[in-house]
């Protein structure tokens, strides 16, 4: 007992057959069945780091003696048919702390710079490296390539840093933060990432009081909240139904007996309910002025109610040279941002309108909270020179602009509803079915069409919806197969064909949600295309080149003239699709591709505009090729506009025109068809009336 107890004897204890001798051994003698009499040592132990020296290695030998079979090696990429849960504990990483995984240097020279960045002791990193190695045969047992992050959930002890550092090393198969509180991870720990500040919930309205709630994420404020068990039914003071009562009276009428009509409303701001008041800036004091049109907003108010304001007396200050109010700090940053981007996109002296009306804005609105865009809007409408667009996306990007969704609906759309509000109500209405069964909303699935689509039909439509409207027709159940065959012959051309598309699609569209008895439309047919192209005479064009004299008109001119591209060809030529090291350009319409191979004079033009281009505006983002000053820097980066593309051509002259002549020219060199088809992309019906118009001779019908 006494080797035992102060020796470092703990061979001899598990396997005595196999313990080395010793210099002294005591032998005690027992007498028969008296040895659990045996007193303990009175003497005190001498050497304590001795006894748990053995004690150490008795617990580890006999866990290894125990679970040499635990956690063995399983096959590489083999997959348990029915996975058994584990209780893993220290006595596990004790007993495979032997053991030297595939990784484990690789792991450890990560534990030392995990506890250098996060200022942890040696004693964690030993941890650490135990857990680590248990985690590593973890993976060898489940036959992986890498650590399953289901693993580190069985782990004893920090499982969470476990795989923070095992992803470091490029070991770990999934998120290290799936481990949960059952691995032992402190949750103050300095690894752990702090969680999400939660935003504050949108403003809404008490269920019962009505009561505008900020900051509060249930549906009932906390004076409504302790009468929601109260019993429902009608107030004997107010009158609303199915209420909480007490002694026969809501919750409003029990505080004010006296409110017999109404109440007030009222507000309710978390902050203000656990009496911390809401953070202000510095600088939202409100303005010393009296009698203007807006005032200052300080940080964190809401707006209950939004109002449209009239600006009109705050450019009537401007223009009499009244005192202004003074910008704040924020406020001066802002604009003097603004002229720093306004110098680096345009040239110096140009681009103030944008900022005379960001400047209008801060002086009587603040930088404190954001401005509404119709704000902007209105400011830039009531004064001369003012400019919106490049304001709002300016406070866009500072998430400083309230956007009002009105103000970004489609310009097409747009169009669509004025029109609609200019015809008698009851056509308006059937003419809106129709819009809605384009857009795919009817009473069978259709495709959305979009509404540049609809505009076009629209159009053609619109002088035949008014002269009925003019005639006296009411309804559309009146119109006759008569009076659709008269308004398609008074059409002919391109014209025609589009009216009598728009008549069939509306009666058709109409007949389908049983909105007309029959469809008068049904058997109309288009008359086509009736003249034949015609050629510009010879001395417009160079007329032409020689007047318009911007780099941007010029190379339009030559790619509708030498290329017979449309306008919309223009539009949306991208910069990525002119490649003038190699002469050519990608013409792009929906998902075909035509490649144009450019002419020395195109390729000269061409190169002028972007060099003319780079000069103007050289830190535009606008992907297109063809821009403006109002494209160069918008926001949504649109192409430039079909106006701006179709006003470069002279009075009495038109892209469409320029366009036939064009075609026309190459059908009298060539009078193949299938050539013109593949030079400017057209069908073989437009490329027959091309030769038709050209070699009028060769398309005669032979008698029979």
């Known amino acids: 007992m006494r080797a035992i107890r102060l020796e470092d004897d703990s061979g001899w204890v598990l396997t005595p057959e196999q313990a080395q001798p010793r210099a002294v051994q005591l032998v005690l003698g027992l007498l028969l069945g008296q040895s659990g009499a045996a007193r303990a040592l009175r003497r005190p132990m001498t050497s304590p780091v001795a006894l748990s020296t053995w004690q150490r290695a008795l617990r580890t030998d006999g866990a290894e003696a125990d679970c040499r079979e635990v956690l063995a090696p399983a096959v590489p990429g083999q997959t348990a048919l029915f996975p058994a849960a584990r209780t893993l504990t220290r006595a596990t990483a004790g007993a495979v ?30 941890k650490a490296a135990r857990m680590v190695r248990l985690a590593l045969v973890l993976r060898d047992a489940e036959g992986a390539r890498r650590v399953p992050d289901y693993v580190l959930a069985d782990l004893p002890e920090i499982g969470t840093a476990v795989g923070l550092i095992l992803q470091r090393a490029g070991l770990l198969d999934g998120d290290p933060m799936r481990a949960d509180a059952r691995c032992g991870t402190p949750p103050h720990a300095a690894y752990i990432p702090r969680p999400r500040t939660p935003s504050w919930p949108a403003p809404r309205s008490c269920r019962e009081c009505d009561g505008r709630m900020s900051g509060i994420s249930e549906y009932l404020c906390r004076s409504c909240s302790s009468w929601k068990h109260e019993p429902r039914g009608r107030c004997a003071g107010c009158g609303r139904e199915q209420t909480p009562l007490r002694q026969g009276r809501c919750r409003l009428c029990h ?53 449209r304001r009239d600006w009109a007396p705050v450019i009537g200050r401007v223009r009499d040279r009244h005192p202004l109010p003074d910008l704040s700090e924020r406020a001066a940053a802002l604009v003097e941002e603004f002229d720093l981007l306004r110098r680096r996109r345009r040239r110096p002296g140009s681009g103030r309108e944008g900022q005379r009306a960001l400047v209008l804005l801060l002086r009587f609105l603040g ?28 406070l866009k990007a500072r998430s400083l602009l309230a956007e009002a969704p009105a103000l970004h609906r489609d310009r097409d759309e747009n169009w669509v509803a004025a029109t609609l509000d200019r015809l008698p109500p009851q056509l308006a209405a059937e003419v809106a079915t129709w819009v809605k069964v384009l857009r795919g909303e009817g009473r069978k699935p259709h495709p959305a069409r979009s509404f540049r689509c609809i505009r076009r039909y629209l159009s053609a439509l619109q002088p035949t919806l008014l002269s009925w409207a003019q005639r006296g027709v009411v309804s559309l159940r009146e119109i006759t197969h008569e009076d659709v065959a008269h308004a398609a ?16 699609s509306l009666f058709r569209a109409l007949k389908q949600e049983r909105a007309v008895f029959h469809d008068p439309a049904r058997a109309l047919t288009g008359a086509g295309h009736t003249g034949l192209p015609r050629s510009v005479p010879s001395d417009l064009l160079p007329t032409l080149f020689s007047q318009v004299t911007s780099p941007f008109g010029r190379l339009v001119v030559a790619l509708v003239a030498v290329h017979a591209l449309t306008g919309e060809n223009l539009r949306s030529l991208l910069l990525a699709d002119l490649d003038l090291a190699h002469g050519r350009a990608t013409i792009r319409r929906a998902l075909n591709r035509r490649t144009i191979h450019l002419d020395p004079f195109t390729h000269q033009l061409a190169a002028d ?29 649109p192409p430039v506009d079909v106006r701006t593309v179709r006003g470069v051509f002279l009075k009495g002259m038109t892209l469409d025109m320029v366009r036939q002549d064009r075609i026309l020219d190459e059908a009298r060199t060539s009078a193949d068809p299938l050539h013109l088809m593949r030079l400017f992309a057209i069908s073989a019906v437009t490329a027959m009336r091309y030769v038709t118009a050209a070699h009028p001779e060769r398309t005669g019908k032979l008698p029979r």
């Open 489 to 504: 012959l008074g059409r002919n051309g391109n014209a025609g064909s589009q009216l009598v598309g728009a008549l069939r």
């Open 367 to 394: 930088a404190d909270a954001p401005i509404w865009e119709y704000d902007v809007h209105d400011l830039c409408r009531a004064g001369p020179g003012l400019y919106a667009t490049v304001v709002c996306d300016f």
């Open 255 to 307: 505080a004010d007996p006296a409110a017999a009509v109404g109440h007030q409303l009222t507000i309710v701001v978390r902050a203000a309910a656990r009496g911390r008041p809401v953070p202000a800036r510095a600088g939202t004091d409100p303005l010393p002025h009296a009698g203007e049109a807006a005032s200052l907003v300080p940080y964190g108010q809401q707006v209950l109610f939004r109002e």
């Open 609 to 637: 505009w972007l060099a003319e281009r780079h000069r103007r505006w050289p830190a535009s983002t606008n992907p297109y090729l063809l821009t403006t000053g109002r494209t160069a820097f918008a926001a949504s980066a």
């Open 97 to 126: 702390a032997g053991r030297a995984p595939a990784g484990e240097e690789l792991a450890l020279a990560q534990i030392r710079a995990f506890a250098d960045d996060h200022a942890l002791k040696a004693a964690w990193e030993r």
